[in-house]
């Protein structure tokens, strides 16, 4: 079945500095991934939609300088958190559509990356 | 405003039975409904969906029910076993494909 590999699966830094998340689609190729925070006991809420060849979308309060999004390629996304606070710290996952029919291949997600900001 | 609510955090149900999680709606422009299993500090694990055409979508021991005139979907696992003790978040669409707007979750413990 369709694969989303996230890297790394946990990262600590330190306030100010820049954190990059990796999204990989093992077996298939994305033209687009969806980048998802969670904070405890919260739900998972969209943050942007990111666009092999062109810009991200960002939801509306996600601050697009803040947040950079990268779809360098069919199978690879990132996220870097730039000067990264306390207040960033969470639970980071992204999803990507698998190729054919959509209603028989639902989103995958990757593993999420936890985000500590010390 | 959400529009996906799950209005129980959580739901205790003894092995054996079945467990029902409920979810409502508010935008009618969803077309396409999910279920997600998940476990702390993973991405969530897909469980079953249901397009906007249909009422009721079975898979093993999940099903799943629609009812587009009330915005209400509920989840019935029967028979509930203790490895299905997780959080529970439903989720809804636009559109198969499109990023999903998920509700806050509901904990299901499942007793042996």
């Known amino acids: 079945g369709a694969v989303v590999s996230q890297h790394p699966s946990w990262v600590i830094c330190k306030s100010g500095t820049s954190v990059k998340i990796e999204c990989r689609s093992l077996d298939f190729q994305a033209t687009t991934m969806f980048w998802y925070r969670q904070f405890p006991k919260q739900s998972l809420m969209l943050m942007a939609t990111s666009n092999e060849g062109s810009k991200a979308t960002y939801e509306q309060g996600v601050e697009k300088d803040k947040f950079l999004i990268n779809h360098a390629s069919l199978t690879l996304s990132t996220l870097t958190v730039t000067s990264a606070h306390p207040e960033d710290s969470s639970f980071y996952i992204c999803?990507?559509?698998?190729?054919?029919?959509?209603?028989?291949?639902?989103?995958?997600f990757g593993n999420g990356t936890r985000l500590t900001v010390t | 405003d959400q529009q996906v609510k799950q209005n129980s955090p959580s739901l205790s149900v003894q092995e054996g039975r079945i467990s029902i999680l409920n979810c409502d709606y508010t935008?009618?422009?969803?077309?396409?409904f999910l279920w997600y299993k998940k476990y702390p500090a993973e991405g969530p694990t897909f469980l079953i969906s249901i397009s906007s055409i249909k009422d009721k979508n079975e898979d093993g021991r999940f099903t799943v029910f629609l009812n587009k005139s009330a915005k209400h979907l509920s989840l019935h696992i029967v028979p509930s076993q203790p490895g299905d003790s997780a959080v529970y978040f439903c989720a809804a669409s636009s559109q198969a494909g499109t990023a999903l707007i998920f509700g806050k979750g509901t904990t299901l413990s499942v007793s042996s």
């Open positions: 999803s990507a559509p698998p190729s054919g029919d959509a209603y028989n291949s639902p989103l995958h």
């Open positions: 935008n009618s422009m969803f077309d396409y």
